[in-house]
């Protein structure tokens, strides 16, 4: 099929992930991108735990996941590729055609700002979002695919529409 969804979320795999889109999307597997997840089993094993046996999940560096990208795109099954951070996707959006982004939990850390409920940003994270949709990139937020798409300018004021 494809790769459904190109999320961010600090979390990375968990319940909303897995069951709140996952399910929904009839997702058969997740791109995890993190370099350094990607060089710890024991990380990868935690977050295997969290996924149903019947979804499969790949843990790729940015390099590896641009390059196995084609492979991803082309899978006959439905796939979401997740990192924890925008910066990450930003690398991954640089390198490889993506049109659009969910911006997922990133949750309140010292420096960040609550723009909705669930996302709190940096002023370089704002800048990150915004040079993404400065690629072409649609950016949006979303907690739960019921949701309404909150459109990038409509997060960065704080609107949830």
């Keep these: 099929m494809t790769l459904l969804l190109y999320r961010i979320d600090d979390r990375l795999i968990h319940g909303q992930v897995v069951v ?6 009839d997702v058969g597997f997740i791109v ?3 370099d350094s997840v990607a060089t710890s089993d024991w990380e990868q094993e935690l977050y295997r735990m ?4 019947n979804m499969e999940v790949y843990f790729n560096t940015v390099e590896d996941a641009v390059r196995e990208l084609p492979k991803y795109r082309s899978d006959p099954r439905k796939g979401i590729l997740l990192t924890g951070n925008i910066e990450t ?3 991954i959006a640089e ?9 997922g939990g990133l949750h309140a850390r010292p420096g960040r700002v609550q723009r909705v409920r669930y996302v709190f940003l940096t002023p370089q994270e704002e800048q990150e979002l915004r040079a ?5 990139v649609r950016v949006t937020s979303q907690d739960v695919p019921g949701a309404r798409p909150i459109p990038l300018e409509s997060l960065l004021a704080g609107v949830e529409e």
Excluded: E, F, I, K
Excluded at 20 to 25: A, D, K, N, R
């Design 132 to 136: 993404l949709a400065a690629g072409g």
């Design 32 to 34: 995890l991108v993190d």
């Design 89 to 91: 996707m930003r690398r």
């Design 20 to 25: 709140g889109w996952g399910q929904p999307l």
């Design 50 to 53: 969290g996924v149903p046996p």
């Design 95 to 103: 390198q490889a055609h993506v049109d659009a982004v969910n911006v």
